[in-house]
Each structure stands twice: as structure tokens, then as C-alpha cells.
């Protein structure tokens, strides 16, 4: 079984356009994740979620944004998406939000803006 | 904020040798844990090692280990016995409040036969 599960693996789309990523994960997780990888290989976080708290990014632009149905569910939205938003994107999980525990990552969704 | 700076973009080990992934950090946190990650082609992110920074202690997990120099804030990643499948991205990440990790640019290794 999959831990952290994305879809789709890869999305191809145009300029202006809205798109969501899925990711959903099976582990009992309280706190999921999004970061950003992007041509250069560079890792960086986006949003962090769990039943209390979003905590945001400052860098992120507003077109993004998470949305969670529930506890196992971080759904990503971009809206008007740019050509800069081309990269792969990962979901997270984590027990808890102290840092001691591990995150387990999805396979990443590679989105490519044309 | 954390920052987190792997100073080697590229580096290359023979089979069966051993190699050593340097990284170096700066934090203002007094409590914070330190990752090694693996990201094989296959693009899926792998926990390879992590570090407690209260623990003095340096990590291991079998052919790979770390030195932890708390004060020098320095976590490099020494892989022993190299193989072919420990090629990939690797990327040394340091945790804040919130779980959130911070990641360093990666270093690619190569794994000559």
C-alpha cells in the first residue's frame, strides 16, 4: 500500500488555466505538507497543515492554495497558473508538527506550464 | 529562518569505496533534528539517515553515517562500501517548528563501476 499518494504523477496545461493536485495519505498522519521542486532541483516548502493551523509560505503566491477535506486529504489549487509554476510538487506527511518524526513523501506530480 | 548549504553540486565514488556528502547549516532553533534524503531517478524522496541535535551521538544506519559537529553547525553524510543503487540526489534538510524542512541545493553522486 502506498503511504503518500499523488495525483496525477504528471499534468500538463496551459497558461491561465486552474488545476488541483491530490494527495492523500494512509499513515494516520495529523500534519501533511507541500513543497516545490523546482528545474534546479531546489526543495522548498509551501504550505504546512495540520487540524489547527495552515501555516503559509511568505513566497507563495495567493494563486496557490491547499485545501483539506479532511485529516488524510491535502488537495493542492493553483489558479491562473504561470510558466513559472512549471516543477514537481510533493506532498508530505509528518506524526506531528515538532520535527521529530519523519515525513514520508509522495512520488511528486510534475506539472509543466505551456 | 534556517538556512541549509550543501557546498558539493556533483560528486563521484568508486564502486565498494567510500565518499563523504558534506553540508553545513545555520539555525537560531536550540531544538532541531537534521535529515539526509535520497532521491533516486525515480523522483521519490527517501529518508537515508536523521539526526537529533540535542544527541551527541553521531547517526548510523548500516553503510551510512554522519558526522554531527553540533558547534561547527556541520552534518556531513559518509556512505561506506558504495553501490550502484546509492546513486541519486542527495539532499541534507534540517527541521523548524512546524515539521517544516528546509533543504539544501543536493549534491548528485555518481557510482562508477
Known amino acids: 500500500d502506498t503511504a503518500v499518494s499523488q495525483t496525477p504523477k504528471y499534468l500538463v496545461t496551459q497558461m491561465g488555466n486552474d488545476k488541483s493536485i491530490k494527495c492523500e495519505q494512509n499513515l494516520g498522519h495529523d500534519t501533511m505538507y507541500w513543497y516545490k521542486q523546482d528545474s534546479k532541483k531546489f526543495l522548498k516548502i509551501m504550505f504546512s497543515y495540520n487540524n489547527k493551523e495552515l501555516i503559509i509560505n511568505e513566497t507563495v503566491p495567493n494563486r496557490f492554495s491547499p485545501k483539506s477535506p479532511d485529516k488524510a486529504h491535502l488537495n493542492l489549487h493553483i489558479n491562473s497558473l504561470e510558466l513559472g509554476d512549471s516543477a514537481v510538487y510533493f506532498c508530505?506527511?509528518?506524526?506531528?508538527?515538532?520535527?521529530?518524526?519523519?515525513?514520508?513523501f509522495g512520488q511528486g506530480t510534475r506539472l509543466t506550464v505551456v | 529562518a534556517q538556512t541549509v548549504t550543501q557546498s558539493q553540486p556533483e560528486m563521484s565514488v568508486q564502486e565498494a569505496e567510500t565518499v563523504t556528502l558534506s553540508c553545513t547549516y545555520d539555525t537560531s532553533e536550540s531544538d532541531y533534528y537534521l535529515f539526509w534524503y535520497k532521491q533516486p531517478p525515480s523522483r521519490q524522496m527517501i529518508l537515508v539517515i536523521r539526526q537529533e541535535a540535542y544527541k551527541q551521538q553521531n547517526a548510523t544506519e548500516n553503510r551510512f553515517s554522519v558526522n554531527f559537529q553540533k558547534a561547527a553547525k556541520s552534518f556531513s553524510l559518509k556512505i561506506s562500501d558504495s553501490q550502484l543503487g546509492d546513486a541519486a540526489m542527495y539532499f541534507c534538510?534540517?527541521?523548524?517548528?512546524?515539521?517544516?524542512?528546509?533543504f539544501g541545493g543536493g549534491t548528485r553522486l555518481m557510482v562508477k563501476p
Open positions: 534538510a534540517s527541521s523548524q517548528a512546524g515539521n517544516m524542512l528546509t
Open positions: 508530505a506527511s509528518s506524526q506531528e508538527s515538532s520535527g521529530a518524526t519523519e515525513a514520508f
